[in-house]
Structure formats: structure tokens, C-alpha cells
């Protein structure tokens, strides 16, 4: 595919009051054609509003909401064309899997004669294939999931919106759909938006993130971004696995964290509180040998070590009372290394991995 | 029951039922229940079945034991009238109810709550005061001077007072308006559990608003729709003063058929089969339905 079949979405400056309460406050978004787009943030954030938003449910009380070169502010719902899997399928119990399927296409008014094979290509798509006959009440989770999904489909609609569409899902099952979602957009090339308040998933899945607080954007970045260079001690606390410790700004390159200075590769910023954002798998036990060079080492003791399966979560005290904790995988080699609880315990942090967040991001 | 089946595959589990510590457990629950819900028992053996029996047994009485009541309902054409003219007012005012009903119960169920409340409470209030006032209120809109011929002529609108009581129509329509409630209750009970979602879903996904309604909304509705036909018709062929106020002696329906065997002849063998053939009609209605739509969510216990 030369050219992306997904449309482009621009959202500018949208809002959304609800009396005096703000559900959304300015908020612009730019979605490149066949981009794969997550709104990720707690609840309460304004992640449905925005959808809303998107599919015409929600009318904004400012701004502009353009589908390519198309202003659909205040188009209806029907007159936009777009894919829409809801949180709870939305499916419609009184229709089987095959009628709920060409909905949109007898909403369309497509002939007739088209309505199977477009089914049937549909189901084939999230391997369904066989089930137009089955009533809706007859399938698990997981397939109903897949029948909105194919709903949302099968009219090769240039833009897919989801709204947390596998959070009904057990964990095995939600993997497993994460990777096929992301296969089948790459094979569709729609536009998808895809709201969820997982930060694994939008992670695993998103070519783009954009994270949402109290009704605005944090931050809009690819998934490494995001986890390395976290605009503000929010997104740096949301994303990953991460403590945030008050430090002092000690230079250009430089922090103080209690009576150690702590080296970066990057620019501190000056002024206001910061905060360096301490991920567990950054934090490396020091070998006795390894008197690595330049990197930043921190000791402490053991405080607890907490077994989670296939990696070990170790919480370390620092003299000034500054807590943390690491991930150690949990096989043999990695496990001897671990002191046993009340010990003492040297760690290295990598100036590239000493990531300082300022309290708030400038407003962009 | 299944103890002895299983007695005789499994030679360890072969104990007698009495000893079985679980059976004697079920055996005590059992007579518990009985003995909780004997109440409610003696109540509908008191109240409801013994009366029933001496209905059934009054019609077959006349000197001892004859058919000639039934016989009589069969061969005499002025009781096929009757139960044909019951039918008939039935069916219309059960339309007119879903006519009706339909709209209001659409506009409550999609209102915001403060609204919709207002909706069923229009609908409600009436409900409170007596049947008898209500018939009594119409008569005196319909009558021939009454306000609706007074507006019309002021209008213009018509030569001479129509006659809107005293006859069929006026029987309709006082009986529409008391029976209405039934239609829009369930009605609004069904509608209400339609989720919101579905008409969102049908929408983003390219349907009209008429299109989302036809495939959507109405087919969901349906169960409430049977339930609210089925109350109406069901409660409108056993109406009694309604009719008798507003049909002036020329509308008679079935249960008029039963007062005056009653209070006129005195033939209570004769009132007893009329009843027991509308109680029957009843029941054919609500077994041919409850095949659709399970009993259970017509009385609304569902
Ligand atoms: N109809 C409404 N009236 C008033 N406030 C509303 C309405 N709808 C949403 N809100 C508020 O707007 C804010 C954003 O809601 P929204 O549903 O977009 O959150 P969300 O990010 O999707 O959260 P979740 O992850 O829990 O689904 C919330 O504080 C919510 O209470
Ligand atoms: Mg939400």
C-alpha cells in the first residue's frame, strides 16, 4: 500500500464544559493518515469525552474537530464514517453475528448480493470465519469483541475508534488481541484512535500516545519518548514503573540527591521543583568488580525483596531515607547478586537513564 | 430419587436413604419452606380458588347437573353478539392504547429523568382516582351540550352536537384513557433497558435516525409491546362500569351480560358460564402468548 488508507484527523482546540467543569480544556491533536493514535490517562480524564468528540455523541462547547480537509464539528453521528468498537461491544442482541455485521453496510444501502462476501471477509479478518449464523448470546468475550470489531470493519471505514475495546478481557486474551489489533491495522492502513487507560497496552500498540490530565494534553509522543524522556513528573509517574525523588539542581548536567550528585546526559532545567524519575530496570546492583566509570552508584539497604514471578521487585533505603526499588529477573545468576534483607546494597544509575522531570511542563 | 441408581453403581455410597445426612438436611429445608409459604397457600386456596370452583360448579347447575348454560351460550346469537362487540372494543382500544402509548412511552424513556418523570406521572395521577369519577368526568366533556360540542359549534367546525357518548365510541374512549397506564408502563419498562449504546452504535455506524429506530430500537421494544397488547386487551374484555356508564344500555358488553343474569333474572347458573368462557378466553390469550414472551415479564415481575 503506497498510500495510507486512513484519513487524516485534526482537533483543534476542542472543549467540553459540563457547567462549570471543564471535561476538556483546549485540547489539539494532530493524527497523521493510517497513524495508530492511543489516549491514554487515569479516569475521569476526559478519554471518552474526546472520543465523543471524535464520533459526534459529544457536542464540544469550543474548537474544531476536521476529518482530512472536512469540517465535521457539528456533523451527525451517521454522516461520518467511521468505525466505532465501544467498551461493551455495543452489539445488538436481537440480530446475529452475521445480521449485526452488515448493519453498516444496509445502513449504506449497499445492494444486497454484496452483503456476504463483505461479511464473510469481515469474520475472516478477526477469524471468525463460519460464525454469521450464531446468536450473539452464544459467544465468549473474546469473540464478541472481534465481531464489534469486524462491525466496525467491514465498510473499510478511513477512521477506527475504540474505546477501551479489550478491557473486558483476561490477560492472556487481551495480549493475544493487542498483537492482532495492531496486524490488522497495519493490513487495513485506517486512521485508529484507541482509548484505554493501560499504559502497557498503549505502549504495546500505538505508533503515538497521547497522554490526558484533568481534561488536557500532557504529552503526545511515540511509546520510547514517552518512557525516556516523560515531559512532566506526571507522565514520568504514569508511564513504566517509576519512583520520583525530589532532587536540587546542582549544575548544568548536574543534580543533588541528598549529599550525592547525581551526573545526566541531559539538560537540567532550571527553575521550579524537579524530580528524578527512577524506572526499576534502570537501576543496575553494582558487581564488586565493576567500578564502572562515570556512572552514578547509590547504596542503600535491603528493605524488603518481593518475589513476582518471573522478576523480583527489591525495595532499597538510601541513608537519607529516600526509598526505591529495582527489578532483578528471577533466574539464579541474577538472584545471587541480591543481599539478603538489612544488608547493604550498591546501585548504578547510567547518566543516560538519570532522567530529571521538572514538576510541570511548560505549557506548550 | 437418583439415590438408588446411584446405590447400585457405587456399592461404597450404598447407604439408606433415611440415614443420608444431606437427604434428612433437603427433607427439613423442604419442610420449612412449607411451612413459611403456607400463608400465601391458604390466602389463594381462600381467596381465589375456592370462589373459582363455585363458579365452575354454579354453571353447571340448574336442579342438579346440566350443560343447558353453555348450550345456551352457544345457540343464542344475542351472547355471540356480545362476546364478538367485547372483542371488537378490546382490539380497538388496545390499538388506540399502542397508538398512543407508543410515542409517550418513547418521549419518557428517552427524556432526561426530571422530565421523564413529569411524563409518567401525567400518565399515573389519573390513575389514582376512581373509575367511577373518570367516567363520570367524561360523560360531562362528550354529553351533547358538553364543553367538546360546545367547541366545535363555537368553532364552526360542526353543524349539530356529535353524539360522543351513549354509544361505542364513548365506551372507547373512557376506557382508552383508564386502561392507557397498562400500555405505557411496560412500555417504559422495555424502553428503558434498551442501552443507549446500541442507538450510539447504530448511528456511528452509518444509520439514520429512522434506520436506527426500525432495526434497532423497535425490535428491542417488541417484548414490552406484547406485554402492554396483552394487559390491555386482557383487563378491557372483563370491563364493567366504564361501559355501563358510557354505552347508555346499547354497548353491552360480556361482563353486563353477567350483572344483569344476575341482577335482573337471577340466573346465577347462566351469569357462572359467561364467566368461565371469558376466564377461559383469558387464559387461551395469556398460554398463546407466553409461547412469545415469558409470562414473568408481562406481569412485570421481570
Ligand atoms: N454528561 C456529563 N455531565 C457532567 N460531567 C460529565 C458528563 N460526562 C462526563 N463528565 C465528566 O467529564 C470528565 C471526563 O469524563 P470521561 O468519561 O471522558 O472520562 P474518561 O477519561 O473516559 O474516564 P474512564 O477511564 O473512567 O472511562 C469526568 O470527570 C466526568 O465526570
Ligand atoms: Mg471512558
Known amino acids: ?364 | 430419587m437418583a439415590g438408588s441408581d446411584a446405590a447400585m453403581t457405587m456399592p461404597g455410597a450404598a447407604l439408606p436413604s433415611g440415614a443420608d445426612p444431606a437427604a434428612r438436611y433437603r427433607r427439613r429445608e423442604q419442610a420449612l419452606m412449607l411451612l413459611l409459604a403456607s400463608p400465601a397457600f391458604l390466602i389463594i386456596l381462600g381467596l381465589l380458588l375456592v370462589p373459582l370452583g363455585w363458579l365452575v360448579w354454579q354453571s353447571f347447575q340448574a336442579d342438579g347437573f346440566t350443560l343447558q348454560h353453555y348450550r345456551r351460550i352457544l345457540a343464542e346469537p344475542v351472547y355471540w353478539n356480545t362476546f364478538a362487540t367485547t372483542f371488537r372494543i378490546s382490539g380497538i382500544v388496545t390499538l388506540a392504547a399502542l397508538l398512543l402509548g407508543y410515542p409517550l412511552a418513547y418521549a419518557a424513556a428517552s427524556a432526561p429523568p426530571r422530565r421523564a418523570l413529569v411524563i409518567l406521572a401525567l400518565v399515573i395521577v389519573p390513575f389514582w382516582t376512581s373509575v367511577l369519577v373518570r367516567a363520570y368526568a367524561w360523560l360531562i366533556l362528550l354529553q351533547r351540550s358538553g364543553l367538546i360540542n360546545s367547541l366545535l359549534e363555537g368553532l364552526g367546525l360542526s353543524e349539530q352536537p356529535l353524539a360522543l357518548v351513549h354509544n361505542e365510541l364513548g365506551t372507547i374512549i373512557a376506557t382508552l384513557h383508564i386502561l392507557l397506564p397498562f400500555m405505557v408502563l411496560p412500555l417504559y419498562a422495555t424502553m428503558q433497558k434498551i442501552p443507549g449504546d446500541l442507538l450510539q452504535a447504530g448511528a456511528s455506524l452509518g444509520g439514520r435516525p429512522l434506520h436506527v429506530f426500525w432495526r434497532v430500537f423497535l425490535p428491542l421494544s417488541l417484548p414490552g409491546v406484547l406485554a402492554g397488547l396483552t394487559l390491555v386487551f386482557v383487563l378491557c374484555l372483563g370491563f364493567y362500569i366504564t361501559p355501563e356508564l358510557m354505552g347508555g344500555g346499547r354497548t353491552i358488553m360480556v361482563s353486563m351480560l353477567v350483572s344483569r343474569n344476575v341482577e335482573l333474572y337471577s340466573q346465577w347458573g347462566a351469569a357462572s358460564a359467561v364467566s368461565v368462557v371469558l376466564l377461559l378466553c383469558v387464559g387461551l390469550i395469556f398460554l398463546a402468548v407466553g409461547r412469545l414472551v415469558p409470562i414473568e415479564r408481562i406481569v412485570g415481575t421481570q
Open chain 1, 1 to 364: 500500500m503506497s498510500e495510507p488508507h486512513g484519513i487524516a484527523v485534526a482537533i483543534r482546540r476542542a472543549e467540553k464544559r459540563y457547567g462549570s467543569f471543564r471535561a476538556l480544556d483546549a485540547v489539539s491533536l494532530a493524527v497523521a493518515p493510517g497513524e495508530f493514535v492511543s489516549l491514554l490517562g487515569p479516569s475521569g480524564s476526559g478519554k471518552t469525552t474526546l472520543l465523543g468528540i471524535l464520533g459526534g455523541f459529544v457536542q464540544p462547547s469550543g474548537g474544531q474537530v476536521l476529518f482530512g480537509e472536512r469540517d465535521v464539528t457539528y456533523t451527525p453521528p451517521h454522516l461520518r464514517d467511521i468505525g466505532i468498537v465501544f467498551q461493551n461491544y455495543a452489539l445488538f442482541p436481537h440480530m446475529s453475528v452475521g445480521e449485526n455485521v452488515a448493519f453498516p453496510l444496509r445502513a449504506r444501502r449497499m445492494a444486497k448480493g454484496l452483503w456476504p462476501g463483505r461479511v464473510r471477509a469481515a469474520l475472516e479478518m478477526v477469524e471468525l470465519g463460519g460464525f454469521e449464523e450464531r446468536r450473539i448470546s452464544q459467544l465468549s468475550g473474546g469473540q464478541r469483541q472481534r465481531v464489534a470489531l469486524a462491525r466496525a470493519i467491514v465498510f473499510e471505514p478511513r477512521l477506527i475508534l475504540m474505546d477501551e475495546p479489550l478491557s473486558a478481557l483476561d490477560k492472556q486474551l487481551r495480549e493475544t488481541m493487542q498483537i492482532e489489533l495492531r496486524a490488522l491495522h497495519r493490513k487495513l492502513g485506517s486512521t485508529v484512535i484507541y482509548v484505554t487507560h493501560d499504559q502497557r497496552e498503549a505502549l504495546t500498540m500505538s505508533d503515538r500516545v497521547a497522554i490526558l490530565k484533568d481534561g488536557r494534553l500532557v504529552q503526545v509522543d511515540a511509546p520510547e519518548r514517552l518512557h525516556d524522556h516523560p515531559a512532566d513528573a506526571f507522565v514520568a509517574g504514569f508511564i513504566g514503573e517509576a519512583t520520583l525523588v525530589p532532587v536540587e539542581r546542582a549544575g548544568e548536567r548536574q543534580v543533588r540527591l541528598g549529599t550525592a550528585v547525581l551526573a545526566t546526559s541531559r539538560a537540567v532545567p532550571a527553575g521550579g521543583p524537579l524530580f528524578l524519575t527512577v524506572q526499576t530496570e534502570k537501576l543496575l546492583i553494582a558487581g564488586p568488580s565493576a567500578a564502572a566509570e562515570g556512572q552514578n552508584r547509590l547504596t542503600g539497604r535491603v528493605a524488603e525483596v518481593v518475589y513476582q514471578g518471573e522478576s523480583l521487585r527489591v525495595f532499597l533505603i538510601l541513608a537519607d531515607g529516600t526509598a526505591l526499588s529495582l527489578r532483578q529477573p528471577s533466574h539464579h545468576a541474577a538472584r545471587g547478586l541480591i543481599p539478603p534483607v538489612g544488608e547493604s546494597l550498591t546501585v548504578t544509575l547510567h547518566p543516560e537513564d538519570t532522567i530529571v522531570v521538572p514538576e510541570r511542563a511548560a505549557a506548550p
